[in-house]
């Protein structure tokens, strides 16, 4: 499977500032995913991140406040924006072939908002 | 709604047990199913994956079983290990769309 990264791993921000979290893979793939995984708890999809084009954003995720970019097949960031104490979470980005269904998941960052 | 569930928050075997982790899914359309494991500090690691079109999926010391009659989906870990402790999450996906549905997660600790 494909080897993926994220940067940064952690970190510790503001409130009212923005991060930018990077996701990159070592091939080409057709899908990339951005989820988030608030304190304890399951795996809840953002967006599909879409290559040239408009990310796709799941009930209760707006552009304005996840921004996605994805202007190649190996690379997506999502930026998390005007944070809040209520967005530390881990997020993480996962990829899948093209007519693949299994997603494979990077390490994730771990976001804490003071 | 759309939603899949696990029956127990934690598990707690002794080395060399079975484990068996059990889910429980609510959409009846949907035709895959993944079991991923997440040790922590670190991103969920695919495990296994079965169709809807199966029942049972083996791997390496690890049995899916997939129950379409009562929408319930289970991981039976072989001689557990140690290395096994971690938070399970089984996650379906329907055959409209591309997202995964994850359930809540059953941790599970491995004494020796």
């Known amino acids: 499977s494909a080897v993926i990264s994220q940067k940064p791993s952690r970190d510790i921000c503001q409130r009212g500032t923005s991060l930018t979290i990077q996701c990159q893979v070592d091939?080409?793939?057709?899908?990339m995913f951005w989820y988030r995984q608030q304190p304890g708890q399951s795996l809840t999809l953002i967006a599909t991140a879409n290559q040239g084009s408009e990310a796709t954003y799941e009930s209760g995720f707006v552009i304005d406040k996840f921004p996605i970019s994805r202007p190649n097949l190996t690379f997506s960031t999502l930026t998390v924006s005007n944070m809040s104490p209520e967005d530390s979470s881990i997020y993480l980005c996962?990829?899948?072939?093209?007519?693949?269904?299994?997603?494979?998941f990077g390490p994730g960052t771990r976001l804490l908002v003071l | 709604g759309e939603s899949v569930g696990l029956h127990l928050p934690t598990l707690s075997v002794q080395e060399g047990d079975n484990s068996i982790i059990n889910c429980a899914y609510s959409?009846?359309?949907?035709?895959?199913f993944i079991w991923y494991k997440q040790e922590s500090g670190k991103g969920p690691q695919f495990i296994i994956d079965i169709r809807s079109n199966m029942d049972k999926r083996q791997g390496q010391r690890v049995t899916v079983l997939l129950n379409k009659t009562v929408k319930h989906l289970s991981l039976q870990i072989a001689a557990t290990q140690p290395g096994d402790s971690a938070v399970y999450f089984c996650a379906e996906k329907s055959p409209r769309g591309t997202a995964l549905i994850f359930g809540k997660g059953t941790t599970l600790s491995v004494s020796s």
């Open positions: 091939s080409q793939v057709t899908m």
């Open positions: 959409n009846s359309a949907s035709d895959y």
């Open positions: 996962s990829v899948a072939g093209t007519g693949q269904e299994t997603q494979y």
